[in-house]
């Protein structure tokens, strides 16, 4: 079955960098997007930035400029690098996977991780 492992969250101050990592197992392939998504306290959770099997990435308005999302298909492993942190980043981090390209829209992703903490204070 399907597996994702997420690493890589802190507490950071703000303007300092974290880097997420998600490690997928049980794929066949490399023929499935990926995606991160994060929920803070009492919020809904929301798509933060997704990539395709071909690389072709999805960003939310309110990370453009800060965050970029890739992709090692050899170790099947998606990375997050986050710069510029604000304590409104602060949330919970999810790993998701699908064979299809949902971009960010939530619902669409079969496949969930446990998260990964990310705590940024000012």
């Known amino acids: 079955q399907v597996q994702l492992v997420e690493s890589g969250g802190g507490s950071v101050q703000a303007g300092e960098s974290l880097r997420l990592s998600c490690v997928a197992s049980?794929?066949?392939?490399?023929?499935?997007?990926m995606a991160w998504f994060r929920q803070a306290p009492g919020k809904e959770r929301e798509g933060v930035a997704g990539?395709?099997?071909?690389?072709?990435?999805d960003y939310a308005d309110s990370v453009k400029g800060r965050f970029t999302i890739s992709r090692d298909n050899a170790k099947n492993t998606m990375y997050l690098q986050m710069n510029s942190l604000k304590p409104e980043d602060t949330a919970m981090y999810y790993c998701?996977?699908?064979?299809?390209?949902?971009?960010?829209?939530?619902?669409?992703?079969?496949?969930w991780g446990q998260g990964t903490q990310v705590t940024v204070s000012s």
């Open positions: 998701a996977a699908d064979r299809h390209w949902w971009h960010l829209w939530r619902p669409g992703y079969k496949y």
């Open positions: 990539i395709d099997s071909d690389g072709t990435t």
């Open positions: 049980g794929f066949t392939d490399s023929s499935y997007s």
